[in-house]
């Protein structure tokens, strides 16, 4: 274990020791004192006694799959969850699993990747989208990165937010309401079940419904610039969502894919 009272503290639950050490050494070189654990039981109660800021957890381990560790932990933290997997393809499922994990890599993998996923997750506020809704409320002329200049044309039309104007935080489009301080999502009166990814990436399409939203940018306000290369991780989550918003993915109610590009919010008259 490694000891700094000022720093944030990382739990590093894999049964691999080598693995376990390379975790070790990447957390605390940016700045985490960091506690071991090498199966889930164990992980589970030092989550519980040493509410950690930042879990990495292995898929495989030998008592309790890290499904399962997620699944218990999650009640008890709000730390951000780092899945480890060794196989590239397990990630679609995980995500569709909703274990509640943040982000996902995948073995063999670099110190620089992991920690620039860390700080990229550490940029971002943990426990509300006010810091994603409220800059977008103004950013209708936001500059485009000059990655992308295809999407000039649609990045400038104008963004006029379908907001309450009475009730602070709360965002509106046809039957679909978002308390972002409460961090409720309801359609027709319904609360509807999102995870904490899924509820930022509505309020923030819901805050600006006439702007077409680049993969990149979403990725960048909503996961962090570390994640600027993993587009499949935006698409993976808009399919979860439209499933609980009850999409017919080919007359979509609510969220329209603007091909090559990324989302949109369709007119609150076809929603």
């Not at 490694?2 to 691999?16: F, V």
């Not at 808009?238 to 090559?260: Q, S």
Request: contains cysteine.
């Amino acid at each position: 274990m490694t000891s700094d009272p000022d720093a944030r503290l990382a739990l590093i639950i894999e049964d691999d020791a080598d693995v376990r050490q390379l975790l070790v050494m990447t957390l605390g070189m940016n700045g985490f004192t960091t506690i071991e654990a090498e199966n889930g039981r164990q992980g589970v109660a030092l989550v519980r006694e040493r509410q950690p800021d930042l879990v990495t957890l292995d898929l495989n381990l030998p008592d309790i799959d890290g499904v399962e560790v997620c699944r218990q932990i999650r009640p008890l933290t709000d730390a951000y969850v780092i899945m480890i997997t060794a196989r590239q393809d397990e990630i679609d499922r995980l995500i569709g699993l909703e274990i509640g994990a943040d982000d996902f890599v995948v073995k063999p993998f670099s110190p620089r990747e992991v920690g620039a996923r860390v700080n990229a997750m550490f940029r971002r506020p943990r426990n509300t989208v006010r810091s994603v809704v409220q800059p977008l409320m103004g950013a209708a002329a936001a500059p485009v990165a000059q990655s992308a200049p295809t999407v000039q044309a649609t990045e400038a039309v104008p963004v006029a937010p379908v907001a309450d104007e009475d009730i602070e935080g709360l965002l509106r489009h046809g039957p679909l309401s978002i308390d972002t301080e409460g961090r409720i999502a309801m359609l027709d009166g319904t609360e509807l079940p999102l995870t904490r990814i899924e509820f930022d990436l509505l309020a923030t399409l819901v805050s600006g419904p006439r702007r077409v939203w680049q993969r990149e940018t979403l990725l960048s306000r909503i996961w962090g610039d570390g994640w600027v290369n993993d587009q499949h991780l935006v698409e993976v989550h808009i399919r979860n969502l439209r499933k609980k918003l009850g999409e017919d993915t080919k007359a979509p109610r609510f969220i329209r894919t603007v091909r090559g590009v990324g989302y949109r919010m369709m007119p609150p008259a076809t929603a």
